[in-house]
């Protein structure tokens, strides 16, 4: 039988599995929220389970619909022994700033759960992930964890702020910066918000000054290296892109005229049909297909029209298949005559 200390400074028994069992018996028709993809940096998805009999059951020993700053603490013990393999509760005071009566009810409600290989390391005070570890919240976001990372090397988030508390050494490829005017973005977020136009001033590759232009902003989109305003232009009567960064000298223009909906490059989107570029060899190709997510042939990616040509440029299918060798040009696009005509509908994007 697995079983876990009890914690005497703060007078908070640490339930065994034969505990929980009881308390599972006793408990049929309990409510439990799960974290349904853990926390998330902008959202958290949750949803509730009934619990019924069995080996694979979760259940909290309060009972009740947790707070989601328990789950979030919760859920920061289960990722924390996956990626890292150990846990106490000076890491749950130090990440979240709560007291060490809290940190031990935290972790009897984990433990409460049921978690598998996971044992008291008496000598270091803590909890550690055995090799026959598993989530009990669900497999963590490699993904997330990765884009936290980002966060932290463009200085928007701060190591300790990180879900699990804690970074490995790591370095990014720098790039340009790209700065964007707050004022500005202020700006075109409570006109996207509140349906109004913009006066403002836009430097555009075509001219060598810049111009006084009235736009309607409904969106904002990334290309993969700078931001956008999607909106609709009253010069040109169209709706075109401008980036974000050369926008200047906001100014009140009015209701808005135009509808979001009529924009059928932003609402419309197309399928890219992608597979490893046919002149690499079997084992290049597999590597290809590992890195692009392809399984069997091909890979689909959806992408709004407005988005299509940097979506292009960006995976370097903007040229033929052999413009570059197939080393440099790992992928290819396989539906290249219709995306083709598509992009030549499209229609002119102003920052280009």
């Known amino acids: 039988m697995r079983s876990y200390p009890q914690s005497a400074a703060h007078g908070i028994a640490l339930l065994d599995v034969e505990q929980v069992r009881q308390?599972?018996?006793?408990?049929?028709?309990?409510?439990?929220?799960?974290?349904?993809?853990?926390?998330n940096t902008m959202v958290s998805n949750t949803k509730s389970i009934t619990l019924s009999s069995g080996p694979a059951e979760r259940t909290a020993a309060a009972g009740a619909r947790l707070r989601w700053s328990v789950e979030q603490r919760l859920a920061f013990i289960d990722e924390r022994l996956f990626w890292l393999g150990e846990v106490n509760r000076t890491d749950l005071v130090r990440r979240?700033?709560?007291?060490?009566?809290?940190?031990?009810?935290?972790?009897?409600?984990?433990?409460?759960?049921?978690?598998?290989?996971?044992?008291?390391?008496?000598?270091?005070?803590?909890?550690?992930?055995?090799?026959?570890?598993?989530?009990?919240?669900?497999?963590?976001?490699?993904?997330?964890?990765?884009?936290?990372?980002?966060?932290?090397?463009?200085?928007?988030?701060?190591?300790?702020?990180?879900m699990l508390g804690a970074v490995p050494p790591f370095d990014v490829a720098p790039l340009p910066e790209r700065p964007v005017d707050p004022v500005v973005l202020r700006a075109v977020w409570h006109a996207i918000r509140d349906g109004r136009a913009l006066a403002l001033r836009y430097q555009s590759m075509s001219r060598p000054s810049a111009l006084q232009r009235v736009i309607e902003p409904h969106a904002l989109a990334h290309d993969g290296f700078r931001w956008h305003v999607r909106a609709f232009d009253r010069e040109t009567e169209s709706f075109r892109d401008f980036v974000l960064g050369r926008l200047s000298h906001p100014q009140p223009g009015g209701k808005r005229t135009s509808r979001p909906r009529d924009d059928t490059d932003w609402t419309t989107f197309i399928t890219l049909i992608v597979s490893p570029h046919p002149g690499l060899s079997a084992a290049q190709a597999k590597a290809i297909a590992i890195d692009y997510g392809i399984r069997g042939k091909t890979a689909s990616i959806r992408v709004r029209r407005a988005l299509l040509f940097y979506a292009l440029k960006r995976l370097g299918l903007d040229v033929p298949a052999d413009t570059r060798p197939p080393h440099e040009q790992h992928i290819v696009l396989v539906n290249r005559p219709e995306v083709e005509a598509v992009l030549a509908r499209r229609s002119d994007p102003e920052s280009r």
Not at 23 to 39: E, F, P, T
Not at 118 to 125: E, L, M, P, R, T
């Open 23 to 39: 308390l599972r018996a006793s408990n049929q028709g309990m409510i439990v929220q799960i974290l349904d993809g853990l926390i």
């Open 96 to 162: 979240f700033g709560i007291s060490m009566s809290q940190a031990s009810g935290d972790i009897a409600r984990y433990l409460a759960l049921d978690p598998s290989g996971v044992v008291y390391d008496k000598s270091a005070k803590r909890y550690v992930a055995s090799a026959g570890f598993a989530p009990v919240l669900g497999l963590p976001d490699a993904s997330r964890l990765l884009g936290e990372l980002r966060l932290v090397a463009l200085g928007s988030l701060a190591a300790e702020d990180t």
